[in-house]
């Protein structure tokens, strides 16, 4: 199932799990949860992601497990350095947590769309 989806679809969840990422994120330090301050939180990942969900899905084309795993090294990445440059929290702790929960998110959902795939196949 994740193979004949399209790039645009793709990209679109692997956003808005990013956001969830960042719901999550601030829920958990008691945050407010409005658009403005999960936006705040969350775009150097949004960032991240659409390059790598980019790359990933329209140039590389690659199985579901490489483009999951691309997408999931290139949002943290670069969502961690953005993160630094402009003065972000950078906790050891955080990046664990961060690359850790952007891992389960961003290949898992590619895993369980293999499974139904397969299911259905």
């Known amino acids: 199932?994740?193979?004949?989806?399209?790039?645009?679809?793709?990209?679109?969840?692997?956003?808005?799990?990013?956001?969830?990422?960042?719901?999550i994120g601030r829920a958990s330090h008691s945050e407010s949860l409005t658009p403005l301050g999960i936006?705040?939180?969350?775009w150097p990942f949004l960032v991240g992601g659409v390059i790598g969900s980019v790359v990933a899905c329209r140039f590389l084309r690659v199985g579901w497990l490489k483009e999951g795993a691309i997408v999931w090294v290139t949002t943290a990445?670069?969502?961690?350095?953005?993160?630094?440059?402009?003065?972000?929290?950078?906790?050891?702790?955080?990046?664990?947590?961060?690359?850790?929960?952007l891992g389960l998110l961003l290949v898992g959902w590619?895993?369980?769309?293999?499974?139904?795939?397969?299911?259905?196949?």
């Open 1 to 23: 199932m994740v193979g004949p989806m399209r790039t645009w679809t793709k990209t679109c969840l692997d956003l808005a799990l990013i956001l969830v990422f960042s719901v």
């Open 39 to 42: 936006l705040t939180t969350g």
């Open 77 to 101: 990445v670069v969502g961690l350095a953005l993160r630094a440059l402009t003065g972000g929290g950078m906790a050891p702790a955080f990046m664990v947590v961060a690359t850790v929960t």
């Open 110 to 121: 590619r895993f369980v769309a293999f499974l139904v795939g397969r299911r259905k196949g």
